[in-house]
């Protein structure tokens, strides 16, 4: 499998960064979305190199929406509900 070399993918991957941090942004995500585009000048602005496009694809993956499971350490969260003995005195 032949892959493409760095210089010709880094330009696309960081668009498609600031892109997120535009999104990022426009959902209220400002300190989310800062930090993406710190770490995204960071390692763009360095050598074009395969490390450089593996913190870039790193990057992009990690911003990516997050799913409720994945907010809470990856459990779901549990509905709240009332307490039984609260519910009975309720009934009453």
């Known amino acids: ?4 070399p760095p210089a010709e ?3 696309a991957l ?3 960064i600031l892109d997120r941090v535009a999104e ?5 995500e400002r300190s989310r979305a800062a930090k993406l585009r710190s770490d995204a000048t960071d ?5 074009w190199d ?11 993956r990690r911003s990516e ?11 779901g969260r549990r509905p709240v ?8 005195s309720r009934e009453r």
């Open 9 to 11: 993918e880094l330009p």
């Open 1 to 4: 499998m032949e892959t493409s």
């Open 14 to 16: 960081y668009r498609a």
């Open 43 to 47: 390692a763009y602005s360095r050598a």
């Open 65 to 75: 929406p997050q799913t409720e499971p994945d907010r809470h350490g990856g459990r």
């Open 50 to 60: 395969e490390r450089a496009r593996r913190r870039l694809e790193t990057l992009l």
């Open 81 to 88: 509900t009332a307490a039984p003995h609260a519910m009975a």
């Open 24 to 28: 990022l942004e426009a959902s209220g």
